[in-house]
């Protein structure tokens, strides 16, 4: 009986140590340095412990919050083996699951053995790429100049023939103009100096 007892008074013990080592790494993020506090009986640091960590729940809104999903939905932060069924889903419905997606279960291994399948690459290749990268960068920074060099060039080559047109062909087809237009005075003053001999 007395082993039995002790037993259970030093599980309580470690349970208080470690639900106060937790209690005070909780208090270490959120506060800072704290303090040790000095050894109490069980029931004092129980309710020490529960004091504290009341507080905590007060301050951090968010803490109390969790606490209460917890409570209501243990299962979502302790989600139950792979190998077990939910327990809240009837069989029913874990039937209808299962069957719908029967369908992808095929289509999934042969993905899965079509990944395995894949060789992996020689690291010799890898290695060669890598060892290409600052080659590669070099050649693509040219690449860069050299277009914004033949953008300059465009750019140049549009003024030049802007700048041709407007003075050389402009002024050319103003200089025909011209000449059409006297050419047709004489012609009309020669047509009129004919007429007049004629009809003397």
Do not use: C
């Amino acid at each position: 009986m007395d082993a039995m007892e002790s037993t259970l008074d030093n599980t309580t013990l470690s349970t208080i140590s470690l639900l106060e080592a937790r209690l005070l790494r909780l208090e270490h993020l959120l506060y800072g340095h704290t303090v040790q506090q000095p050894k109490a009986p069980a029931t004092r640091s129980i309710q020490e412990l529960e004091h504290r960590f009341g507080i905590l729940l007060q301050r951090m809104r968010v803490y109390a919050e969790l606490l209460k999903l917890y409570k209501s939905q243990p299962t979502l932060f302790r989600p139950p083996p792979p190998s077990e069924p939910p327990s809240e889903l009837p069989p029913d419905a874990l039937r209808a699951i299962v069957l719908a997606a029967a369908s992808s279960y095929p289509a999934t291994a042969s993905a899965l053995t079509a990944i395995s399948d894949t060789p992996v690459p020689d690291p010799a290749d890898s290695a060669t790429l890598a060892a290409l990268l600052p080659r590669m960068k070099g050649i693509e920074a040219t690449q860069l100049a050299q277009a914004a060099e033949i953008a300059e060039l465009r750019a140049r080559s549009e003024a030049v023939v802007r700048q041709w047109y407007e003075r050389d062909v402009i002024s050319y087809s103003s200089f025909v103009a011209g000449v059409e237009s006297r050419v047709e005075r004489a012609e009309r003053t020669v047509r009129r100096v004919e007429r007049a001999r004629n009809e003397v």
